[in-house]
């Protein structure tokens, strides 16, 4: 995808193109689709998750069942709420379709392939948004930015990372699944207090709540 300046139009068709080839994406033949997409936001925050879970196939959209109602709880503390953070704000993953289960009954981790398939598409999407602030949320995304560490060691600040080339100032979080223990308990519960707040003092964060809930 280029990466020479563009108009806003100039990039909407850009994007609304990347979108159409990335639904259409079947080269990994462990996942079950569909590709889950965002809207079309041209938006300065790009938030990375691991993966789809089984709900959002028929819901047609990101972070749509359990651990996205925790997420948007945590950014509607800080002042953005779920329906101005998806019509302003990007939302992508590691990988794009539900990885489906493991024998014991959680979601499986996307393998090495399959997050060598996918990040063509993150790598596309940095170069034509070339966001200002990257939320990662869990440890798959963190290690696509920053390199291997404690969570201990990573929530709580802004670090500068960079992926694909592209250097950003990235905000780590926790997963907010269900299933996660770590953000409930100590340190976990106070370092995701710091994240949060350190969040919610960003200038990109802080342009978001200026924004209108939906799009214009």
């Given at each position: 995808?280029?990466?020479?300046?563009?108009?806003?139009?100039?990039?909407?068709?850009?994007?609304?193109?990347?979108?159409t080839h990335l639904a259409l994406c079947r080269r990994c033949p462990l996942m079950h689709p569909p590709v889950i997409t965002p809207l079309p936001v041209l938006g300065r925050v790009y938030l990375v998750g691991q993966a789809p879970g089984p709900r959002e196939g028929a819901l047609g959209r990101p972070f749509a069942w359990t651990?996205?109602?925790?997420?948007?709880?945590?950014?509607?503390?800080?002042g953005v709420d779920e329906q101005r953070f998806r019509h302003h704000a990007y939302i992508a993953a590691v990988c794009r379709c539900f990885p489906g289960k493991t024998r014991h009954g959680g979601d499986r981790?996307?393998?090495?392939?399959?997050?060598q398939n996918c990040?063509?598409?993150?790598?596309d999407e940095l170069a034509l948004l070339q966001p200002q602030l990257v939320i990662l949320v869990g440890r798959l995304a963190i290690a696509q930015f920053l390199?291997?560490?404690?969570?201990?060691?990573?929530?709580?600040?802004?670090?500068?990372?960079?992926a694909f080339g592209y250097a950003v100032d990235c905000l780590p979080l926790p997963h907010p699944s269900g299933a996660s223990t770590w953000w409930r308990r100590e340190p976990g519960a106070r370092l995701l207090t710091e994240a949060l707040?350190?969040?919610?003092?960003?200038?990109?964060w802080q342009e978001l709540q200026a924004l209108p809930r939906t799009s214009p």
């Amino acid at each position: 995808m280029p990466t020479t300046p563009h108009t806003a139009p100039d990039r909407h068709a850009l994007l609304a193109a990347h979108l159409t080839h990335l639904a259409l994406c079947r080269r990994c033949p462990l996942m079950h689709p569909p590709v889950i997409t965002p809207l079309p936001v041209l938006g300065r925050v790009y938030l990375v998750g691991q993966a789809p879970g089984p709900r959002e196939g028929a819901l047609g959209r990101p972070f749509a069942w359990t651990a996205g109602r925790t997420l948007f709880r945590w950014f509607d503390s800080i002042g953005v709420d779920e329906q101005r953070f998806r019509h302003h704000a990007y939302i992508a993953a590691v990988c794009r379709c539900f990885p489906g289960k493991t024998r014991h009954g959680g979601d499986r981790v996307p393998n090495r392939i399959e997050i060598q398939n996918c990040s063509r598409w993150m790598a596309d999407e940095l170069a034509l948004l070339q966001p200002q602030l990257v939320i990662l949320v869990g440890r798959l995304a963190i290690a696509q930015f920053l390199p291997a560490a404690p969570l201990e060691a990573t929530i709580g600040r802004l670090h500068r990372g960079a992926a694909f080339g592209y250097a950003v100032d990235c905000l780590p979080l926790p997963h907010p699944s269900g299933a996660s223990t770590w953000w409930r308990r100590e340190p976990g519960a106070r370092l995701l207090t710091e994240a949060l707040a350190c969040l919610a003092g960003q200038p990109a964060w802080q342009e978001l709540q200026a924004l209108p809930r939906t799009s214009p």
